[in-house]
């Protein structure tokens, strides 16, 4: 008697202990033991080990013992899973579940409301976009309806984080049981988290991606400068600094975004978790490189509804090849042995997310690593593989029970176990809904549902009998006990009736819910199972999926390449070269590349083992050097925020995949140099790129090249053609003296700056900002100045004589002829316009005989585009010249190879044909200046990027993929799939110097377009 009381009385001392917490009770205590026996089951351990008939123990919320040999001890509920399977139960690393949705606020632009730093309360960081200090823990609470959505698909576990800013605070790991917030924390400080969003932070900076980028780079920076400090007390900092011995999650986006957190994560020591877009695929070697765990969704993009010939015209090439390809990505992932896990995250509507995962099985994901992916990995990812992701002794008694195996089609979630608290989702005994039932309720008299095919496929017909008798099919989805049916009359009533309806009973099975019929009111049904289905009933055939899959390109957009090419060498046989040096053009003369340079220019060289390309007829060219441009540059070409923003980087957001290379080097455009915008007056560090179509963003930077920054002055500056809100804050300058004073502040501070830096055991806070300005003083970077009048010129040539810094060149420049003779004394580049005058106010003293007045006077001049389409025409913007001024065709060409070259110091290596130099050719089908010249091919590093000849099948080839991959879209259309509606692609976006990323400076926020797009996608799925 003694052992039996002494066992109740620990009982009640285990259970008081747990239970109770700090909580009273109300009431009477209810107070129950929670031991169960789950006995002949197939239990899956883990990914590697499965017991047959075990035995599976649980003790209140913990797992007792697993195996095959396990003794029932007395006291335990049995229950017999014979022919059932035991899973652990599922971990979603990614998640935004019991965080209620971030207030939108809105910052100013031109014209608007204007947040220049943090209004929020506190001693804080000036930045809201960095808020390290917000807590997931202190906003999480426990959501039963998003909860019951994940605990469907077989989830226990959760991470739960702010979906909101650049730095986004901490994360929580939480169950998904039914119970108040205390009992559901697994990990209160499971990550810290970040992106390049900057969400919605009213201050108006940054407002593109680069701003994203040096704001975090700055943040890291101040972060390590705090430690030392004794001045200044930041909650943001501190936070920021004590996070960053936790797991470290940056979101990204596609496989160069992957590769800019990695850059970021190398430069200050870190090592990011990434959560991708799935898109991996498309760059795999490059992300393999990276080292990087993954968190990888699942959100498949659904087929296209392209029937119609103008629908399939408005989904682009690159919309068609990413919907193929997507689901192969957790295959090829795994093939390359990158660690990842798998995130239900952005799938439109839950039911997707098996259908997408044995999916991506059927393209190449072992169930192996998909069960992997759904357990241990995020687990060790979050910190609580000792409570979760596997099923052993000690461990939460998180687990899920299924009729087969986990990734099966036909196979059903039984129920699903949270910390010891069962939820059923399906009922045992109801596994096969296949029979007859007859259909009650208002409008369905005399009606029967036939409920047949598979319990992976269900195919539904329903027969009304009577005067009104009709025999139509429908479409049926079950979801645990949940059962939803589209049918059609098509007459008395015409149009789509939905029954949305629950299992309520098993004996005889029932359905019952509320049918929404055609005109939009609703009324109750139910289902009542009389039978078997009739013989011959059976499942309709189910098509095999076409499983055939087009190659990856690089880069992933229309011409790109299966294998990349490779550097060959090459003989140019008896052409027309313009050398650019003092031989001049040379008639009959042959150019042997060989390594990616140029070997010899010489008459009847010998090839060796060359490729030999006769180019009798042709001319021969350097490559055209743009020397202002805005193409392969992404998510804003301004940082128009702030009056400096010299700490932004353009090579920090290279575009490598901008259709505008390709274009560009079919107009023999081998180099260009992508400024910031011109809206301030100091704006952001420049890029100078090769066009090497197909390689990643840092293989095009034109390596070893002198550093540039971008100054602007005039209109765009000080914002004269901006929409201006009465009483609104203006940012400053909003005058042409207001700018004059922008530079001697900035620089004054720059030289302070430097002074106090040089000092021997300094503390001075390194600002990225000042440090570019340094350099300027230094001589290490660069200036190109957007600049069109003459008094604006003149006074920042002033301004750079009375603090000591030079002047690189002047761009646009209309009205160079006006100053030429002091930009010479200055030793000052011109890269102007050819014809271009009257577009606005402050060039319409603009005149065409400029570029040539310019050269007369001996300045190095040149010819920009400024625009992504002229840029492929600047041969003959270079023509203009003879035409405006009678120019040598010699030196016009020079405008636009030779001499932008020398403004970007790299004239040793291109700009014109020598040996030793840079294999950068183009061979034109006739005078280069003439507006009948094609260019045939065009080389750069030896490497043929352009040729005319190939253009045409590669058009052909794009088209035949296209028409390949609609007609997929089409048979599985026709098969019943569901499908989406073609928006249209995103165009990429044209930026020109005044170009602004977002109204009112305002990121565009990912996650909010995405919820736009999912919630749409919902209400499209109901409707049909």
Not at 530 to 554: D, E, F, R
Not at 605 to 630: P, Y
């Amino acid at each position: 008697m003694k052992k039996p009381l002494l066992f109740c009385f620990l009982l009640l001392i285990f259970q008081l202990s747990r239970a109770q917490e700090t909580f009273p009770v109300n009431g009477s205590w209810d107070i129950r033991p929670g031991k169960y026996a789950f006995t002949n089951a197939t239990i899956v351990v883990n990914a590697d080990q499965t017991i047959n008939k075990a035995t599976l123990l649980i003790n209140d919320r913990v797992i007792e013992a697993v195996g095959a040999q396990v003794t029932v001890p007395k006291g335990y509920v049995t229950i017999d899973l014979k022919g059932k399977f035991i899973y652990p139960g599922l971990v979603d690393a990614y998640t935004t579940y019991g965080i209620p949705d971030a207030p939108r606020t809105t910052g100013g632009g031109f014209g608007g409301p204007r947040v220049y730093t943090s209004t929020k309360p506190g001693a804080y960081g000036w930045n809201e976009a960095i808020r390290p200090e917000i807590n997931a823990k202190t906003l999480f609470h426990v959501n039963a309806d998003a909860a019951e959505t994940l605990k469907k698909n077989g989830f226990g576990t959760v991470q739960s984080l702010i979906h909101d800013g650049i730095a986004r605070g901490t994360s929580v790991v939480v169950s998904l049981a039914d119970e108040r917030d205390n009992f559901v924390m697994l990990n209160d400080q499971a990550a810290a988290h970040y992106s390049f969003s900057k969400g919605t932070a009213a201050t108006n900076y940054p407002s593109s991606l680069m701003g994203s980028i040096a704001l975090l780079r700055q943040i890291y920076l101040d972060a390590a400068w705090y430690k030392t400090q004794k001045t200044e007390y930041n909650i943001s900092l501190d936070e920021f600094n004590r996070t960053q011995a936790l797991p470290q999650i940056f979101e990204v986006s596609d496989p160069q975004s992957i590769l800019r957190a990695v850059k970021i994560a190398k430069e200050f020591g870190k090592q990011y978790i990434l959560k991708t877009d799935g898109l991996e695929y498309q760059r795999i070697a490059a992300v393999k490189a990276t080292g990087s765990t993954l968190i990888v969704p699942l959100n498949f993009p659904a087929p296209y509804d392209i029937e119609d010939p103008l629908d399939a015209r408005t989904v682009s090439y690159g919309q068609l090849k990413a919907w193929e390809l997507a689901p192969t990505n957790p295959g090829v992932l795994e093939k390359a042995g990158v660690k990842f896990a798998l995130t239900s995250y952005g799938i439109a509507s839950a039911k997707d997310f098996w259908t997408n995962l044995r999916s991506a099985i059927s393209y190449g994901l072992t169930e192996k690593q998909a069960l992997n992916a759904l357990t241990t990995v995020p687990a060790e990812i979050l910190g609580v593989s000792d409570k979760v992701g596997t099923l052993a002794k000690g461990k939460m008694a998180s687990f899920i029970i299924t009729s087969d195996s986990l990734f099966k089609a036909e196979n059903v979630i039984y129920e699903n176990w949270v910390e010891g608290r069962q939820y059923v989702i399906s009922k045992m005994d109801v596994s096969d809904l296949r029979g007859t039932y007859v259909l009650t309720g208002d409008g369905f008299a005399n009606t029967v549902l036939k409920i047949s095919g598979t319990p992976a496929s269900y195919n539904v017909n329903i027969e009304r009998t009577g005067i009104d008798s009709v025999k139509v099919s429908g479409t049926i989805t079950r979801t645990g006990d949940d059962v939803n049916i589209y049918f059609n009359y098509k007459a008395k009533p015409a149009g789509v009736i939905r029954l949305a309806g629950h299992i309520s009973s098993v004996s005889p099975i029932t359905i019952r819910g509320n049918a929404i019929l055609p005109d939009g009111s609703s009324t109750g049904f139910s289902a009542t199972y009389t039978g078997a289905a009739p013989v011959g009933q059976t499942a309709k055939p189910t098509p095999k999926p076409n499983l055939a899959v087009g190659p990856v390109i690089y880069p992933f957009a229309p011409f790109g390449y299966t294998v990349l090419p490779k550097a060959e060498s090459v003989l140019l046989k008896n052409g027309t070269v313009w050398t650019n040096e003092k031989d001049g053009i040379l008639q009959n003369t042959d150019v042997l590349l060989e390594n990616g340079k140029i070997k010899a220019v010489g008459k009847n060289l010998a090839a060796g083992n060359a490729k030999v390309i006769d180019a009798t007829g042709k001319n021969i060219t350097a490559g055209i050097v743009d020397e202002h441009s805005h193409i392969a540059a992404t998510g804003g070409i301004n940082e128009g925020t702030q009056s400096v923003t010299s700490e932004v980087r353009i090579a920090d957001v290279i575009d490598a995949e901008d259709i505008n290379i390709y274009r560009q080097l079919a107009g023999g455009v081998t180099t260009s140099h992508i400024l910031h915008g011109s809206a301030n007056a100091i704006g952001g560090q420049t890029q100078l790129i090769k066009h090497r179509w197909g390689l990643l963003p840092e293989e095009i930077k034109f390596e070893g090249a002198d550093g540039f920054i971008k100054f602007a002055l005039g209109e765009n500056v000080k914002g004269s053609n901006n929409n201006i809100t009465p009483g609104s804050v203006l940012r400053f300058p909003q005058t042409r003296m207001g700018v004059e004073e922008v530079y001697i502040d900035a620089f004054t501070r720059a030289k302070e700056y430097k002074a106090a830096r040089a000092v021997k055991g300094n503390t001075v806070r390194r600002d990225l900002e000042l440090d570019a300005l340094a350099e300027i003083l230094d001589s290490k970077r660069f200036i190109t100045c957007h600049s069109y009048v003459q008094s604006e010129i003149n006074m920042l040539m002033h301004v750079a004589d009375s603090i000591g810094f030079k002047i690189n060149t002047f761009t646009h420049i209309l009205e160079g002829y006006k100053v030429a003779d002091k930009m010479k004394a200055h030793n000052i580049a011109g890269s102007t316009f050819s014809d271009w005058w009257a577009y606005k106010n402050e060039v319409a003293e603009a005149i065409p005989y400029n570029g040539k007045l310019m050269h007369e006077v001996g300045l190095v001049t040149g010819f920009n585009s400024d625009d992504e389409e002229m840029a492929r025409r600047l041969n003959q913007e270079a023509g203009k010249a003879v035409t405006y001024g009678n120019m040598s065709q010699e030196e016009a060409l020079k405008l636009v190879t030779l001499n932008p070259a020398k403004m970007m110091h790299v004239d040793n290596r291109i700009g014109s044909i020598k040996a030793g130099k840079d294999a950068d050719i183009v061979i034109w089908s006739a005078n280069p200046l003439s507006i009948y010249a094609v260019a045939e091919k065009t080389y750069v590093d030896g490497i043929l990027y352009w040729d005319y000849s190939q253009d045409a099948e590669k058009q052909k080839a794009v088209k035949t993929d296209a028409a390949r991959i609609i007609q997929k879209m089409l048979e599985l259309k026709n098969a019943g799939q569901n499908t989406q509606k073609p928006g249209g692609p995103r165009r990429p976006r044209s930026y020109q110097c005044e170009t602004l990323e977002e109204e009112n400076f305002a990121v565009a926020d990912e996650y909010t377009e995405m919820e736009k797009e999912r919630a749409a996608k919902q209400a499209a799925s109901k409707i049909r």
